[in-house]
């Protein structure tokens, strides 16, 4: 057998198997009877390349997909190793999350609110009692002709 070991498969190796047995013309002194041995070992060793080639042929297959198994196999490994890679820093940042309270950021958040209102208070409480005063003092002292027409009807 020309297959060796190696679990690779050769193109040429049935090309140069089928060309060793090419018949040769036979020489004029052969007899009839070794022609036909001749032909049934040549038909023979046909067959026999034929096994080989098939050998070959099922041996690339079955490599081929052991490969392509194999490369199954580490891809699935890859994306288990992502998938708990993805999984323990999510479980990480919800960690985080849940021990930072809630309720501090919101505290924080309301106590901002209020210094500026009162920020606000004290920056416009002087003007708010100026003009707030400054209506009440400002009182008219006269009638307008609407008030005066209507007590000369006797309506007030």
Known sequence: ??????????PSAPRRVL??????APTAAAPPWTMAGKSQELIQQLLQAEKEA???????????LAKLKQAKDK????LKAFRE???????????????????AELKGATEE???????DYETNKKRTVEYVV????????????TQKQALKMGRV
Do not use: C, W
């Not at 098939?54 to 081929?64: C, F």
């Not at 891809?75 to 890859?78: G, H, P, R, S």
């Not at 609110?113 to 920020?119: A, L, S, Y």
């Not at 400054?134 to 002709?145: A, G, Q, W």
């Open 113 to 119: 609110e209020i210094r500026k209102v009162k920020q």
């Open 54 to 64: 098939e050998a070959l042929i099922a041996t690339a297959k079955k490599n081929r």
């Open 19 to 24: 060309a060793s047995f090419v018949p040769r």
């Open 85 to 103: 890679e993805q999984e323990k820093k999510f479980q990480k940042e919800m960690g985080a999350k849940a021990a930072a309270d809630p309720s």
């Open 1 to 10: 057998s020309s297959h060796s070991g190696s679990s690779h498969f050769d």
């Open 134 to 145: 400054s209506k009440v003092l400002d009182v008219t002292t006269e009638l307008t002709d």
């Open 75 to 78: 891809a699935e490994e890859d």
